[in-house]
């Protein structure tokens, strides 16, 4: 985490290999960065949004280029940069701390310039039952919830009623969080739209 353009510098300065560089709060890859020291004091980055292609540049421009993300509380989060990114990012629809279903989307901000492969399928949602995901169905409920709960002092109706948190596969095959979304804003699985609602009415009563 950078929370002023003087920490930033001085982290990518000595920074080895690629990293991912976000914005506090975004959407839509604004704000988000791939960023790779190619020699002393120059930068490749790459934005994460549409159209945007890689260039180089020095590492004080792409700093000053920066400094509206640290205004008033500001910040900056930095990420290892995932080279399984192609292979896609599984979201995790949550109610709570209840899986209620997943998709598989394909972020294409970060990745290389198409080089004429078959596109990628389009996002679809999957039932939280859904044979692929058991097994990160499996962590979340038993063993990320229960430490994120228990970290962070919160009980499970403070939790939203409709989040998610996207996961890309490290190089070691675990799952890797790439960030979590808690403003409760759709699209979000219509199937668990039942879930959503009775859990909005228990957190009432609660």
């Known amino acids: 985490m950078h929370t002023t353009p003087t920490e930033l510098l001085e982290r990518l300065s000595a920074a080895e290999g690629p990293l991912v560089l976000k914005q506090y709060r975004g959407m839509g890859g604004n704000g988000v960065w791939k960023v790779e020291v190619v020699e002393p004091g120059i930068l490749e980055v790459q934005h994460a949004v549409r159209d945007a292609v890689p260039e180089r540049l020095p590492l004080a421009e792409f700093v000053r280029r920066c400094e509206g993300y640290f205004a008033g509380d500001g910040r900056m989060v930095e990420q290892p940069f995932q080279p399984r990114l192609d292979e896609g990012m599984i979201r995790v629809y949550m109610t709570h701390d209840e899986v209620v279903g997943f998709a598989l989307q394909y ?19 999957e039932e939280a039952s859904a044979p ?40 070691d095959d675990r799952y890797v969080l790439c960030e979590i979304n808690v403003s409760s804003t759709f699209a979000f699985p219509e199937h668990a739209t039942p879930t959503v609602a009775r859990a909005a009415l228990a957190r009432i009563g609660a």
């Open 107 to 125: 972020p294409q901000g970060l990745l290389p310039p198409s080089t004429g492969d078959p596109p990628k399928p389009p996002k679809r949602f």
């Open 132 to 171: 692929a995901y058991q097994d990160v169905k499996a962590q979340m409920e038993s063993e990320w919830m229960p430490e994120l709960k228990r970290i962070l002092g919160i009980e499970t109706y403070s939790l939203p009623v409709i989040w998610d948190a996207d996961f890309l596969r490290g190089e």
